[in-house]
């Protein structure tokens, strides 16, 4: 299977970053979303990050020129329809989800791929709703898409080796390295990392620590890059609630349990940096924790 042409839809903070390595490494990329803003916050999200890069010598200011001109967007699904290669970055739920591939479904050509980057939803379930659950696989970035080194690879019950070693090709022709994991609820990485802000919230709850005590501890003491609350406004609050309830719902074990003070600024829209407030208060010059 030779990819060349990869759709990407949803131009959120996954979107943009996937489209921004894939069109990096030579794709080219037609990035869909419902709304035009969206699109045009990506392209500049986009040209910020490269121009980062740029900056750093990591890349030409030529090659970043290249690259932004092999990204397309559109508002319309079916432009996505020729594409070799489909990584859905729509929002965090099953109905969302479903709805796009059952509206691209009509428009694809028949050999193309369909994959996810849904960071814990079934991948059989979403792909027995498609007329090719055998093409169909889970392709899970981490944020931010062009630091992070990591990619999930994650097969269906039905999904064939083609697919999977056509996916792992383009994992390695962008640089990054895949982990293979099962088709279970949150996979590998966020099944440990996201129990973990739980429990950092729990803390949080119990007024065992502070925003800033929790976030510091967790950084020295353990030399995490960022601590955990401060990673879970970096992922999105909403998107760690939504991560937790898959975990409680599919194992059906109450060490997944929601903590409630994650529901509570999840329910305030406090999501974290995309809203400017969750665990910290992102409106001024420097993040203040909100506890
Ligand atoms: N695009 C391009 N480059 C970027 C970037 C972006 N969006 N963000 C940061 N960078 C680059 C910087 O240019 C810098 O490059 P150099 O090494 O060449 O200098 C490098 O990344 C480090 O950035 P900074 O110096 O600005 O900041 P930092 O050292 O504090 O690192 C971080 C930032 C890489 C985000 C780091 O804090 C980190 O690793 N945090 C944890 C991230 C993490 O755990 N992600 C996984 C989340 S879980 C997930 O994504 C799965 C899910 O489904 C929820």
């Known amino acids: 299977m030779s990819i060349q042409t990869i759709g ?10 996937i489209a921004h390595v894939m069109s990096q490494a030579g794709y080219d990329v037609v990035m869909s979303d419902v709304s ?15 121009s980062r890069q740029v ?20 508002l319309d699904l079916a432009d996505i329809g020729a594409s070799d290669l489909v990584i859905e970055a729509a929002t965090e739920r099953e109905a969302v989800k479903q709805a796009i591939f059952e509206d691209l479904q009509p428009h694809l050509k028949p050999d193309t791929i369909l994959t996810s980057n849904t960071s814990s939803i079934s991948i059989t379930r979403l792909a027995s709703r498609t007329d090719r659950p055998e093409k169909f696989m889970g392709f899970h970035f981490m944020n931010p898409v062009p630091v992070m080194q990591l990619v999930e690879l994650i097969r269906g019950i039905a999904t064939d080796e ?10 390695e022709r962008i640089g990054k390295t895949a982990s293979s994991a099962e088709d279970f609820p949150a996979f590998i990485v966020n099944r440990i990392l996201v129990p973990m802000i739980n429990e950092a919230v729990y803390v949080l709850y119990e007024g065992v620590g502070n925003v800033k005590s929790i976030d510091e501890a967790m950084k020295l003491g353990a030399n995490h890059p960022m601590g955990p609350l401060e990673l879970a406004d970096f992922i999105g609050l909403d998107t760690c609630l939504a991560i937790m309830n898959v975990l409680h719902d599919g194992l059906a074990d109450t060490k997944y349990r929601p903590c409630p003070l994650l529901t509570k600024y999840v ?9 400017k407030r969750g665990f910290y208060d992102y409106r001024g010059e420097e993040p203040v924790p909100t506890r």
């Open 162 to 171: 083609p697919t999977y070693k056509a996916c792992l090709g383009v994992v």
């Open 55 to 74: 900056s750093r010598g990591k890349m030409a200011e030529a090659e970043m020129e290249a690259a932004l001109g092999r990204i397309k967007t559109t």
């Open 8 to 17: 990407v839809i949803g131009a959120g903070q996954m979107g943009n970053g």
């Open 267 to 275: 329910e305030a829209g406090w999501l974290g940096r995309k809203t």
């Open 36 to 50: 035009q803003d969206a699109l045009n916050r990506a392209m500049e999200t986009i040209r910020k990050n490269m």
